[in-house]
């Protein structure tokens, strides 16, 4: 397990990611179930990465991002 932890200007107001989970090349399925359970993935626009369904995918990695019921985001990760 990691816990990525970096300065942020968004520190503390739920703009900036909380938690990210390194799960690997089961990223893709991890997503799918995840949706079936009725969890709804964050879709942003930014430089370098392309949306591929929930993945944003680019720099050699895919990511996915969501939010937990206080609105703090969270991601996956293929790493």
């Not at 300065?7 to 893709?28: C, L, P, R």
């Amino acid at each position: 397990t990691t816990l990525n932890v970096y300065h942020s200007q968004f520190a503390g107001t739920n703009k900036a990611t909380a938690v990210t989970w390194m799960v690997g090349d089961e990223i893709g399925n991890i997503v799918k179930e995840l949706k079936t359970k009725g969890v709804a993935f964050e879709h942003y626009q930014m430089p370098g990465l392309t949306l591929e369904g929930d993945l944003h995918v680019g720099y050699g990695m895919k990511v996915a991002w969501f939010k937990d019921p206080d609105g703090n985001i969270l991601n996956l990760v293929d790493r």
